[in-house]
């Protein structure tokens, strides 16, 4: 998969881009389609365990704060971290993912600095609860 830059999307604006893509604040994206676009386009995704701090930070920001910390043992993931880790686990995990799509909450769209300088955009989204796991749920488009 040729990587594209995320300016072929049409919009003025990253949001106004995503939402061209039928992605969009509040809405559900399954985690594996948020892989895809990181592969397609270069743009992060991170999961958020607990709503008060993605409410209140930056994705940014998040990662200076949490430097110290093992990578798994802080309340955000980027997801295709996530789901490496499942497949280290249970080489099963990504294809369950598929048969039970892992459906997150989109909560924002950011922009952070590499060490470099370099900007990369980024989704911030929301895991849901375990009893808010519905797997009759439609996942609704898929980017193409």
């Known amino acids: 998969m040729k990587r594209r830059s995320p ?5 003025d604006t990253f949001e ?6 039928s992605i969009a604040v509040g809405k559900p994206i399954d985690v594996m389609e948020l892989i895809r676009l990181k592969k397609l386009y270069g743009i992060e995704s ?7 701090l993605a409410n209140k930070s930056t994705y940014e920001k998040d990662l200076a704060d949490f430097a110290a ?12 971290r996530f789901v490496d880790f499942g497949k280290e686990n249970d080489p099963t995990f990504e294809g369950r ?6 459906m997150v909450t989109v909560h924002s769209f950011g922009e952070r600095k590499t060490e ?9 989204a ?7 796991f519905d797997v009759n749920k439609d996942i ?3 980017i193409s």
């Not at 300016?7 to 919009?11: F, H």
């Not at 991170?46 to 008060?52: D, K, Q, S």
């Open 116 to 124: 470099s300088g370099t900007p990369i955009k980024y989704i911030k």
């Open 140 to 142: 609704g488009p898929v």
């Open 97 to 102: 993912l598929k048969e039970f799509p892992l």
């Open 16 to 21: 106004e881009k995503m939402n061209n893509l």
């Open 46 to 52: 991170v999961l958020y365990f607990e709503p008060e």
């Open 7 to 11: 300016d072929t999307i049409k919009g």
């Open 126 to 132: 929301l895991m849901p609860f375990l009893d808010e």
């Open 69 to 80: 910390d093992d990578e798994f043992e802080r309340p955000f993931i980027a997801a295709d």
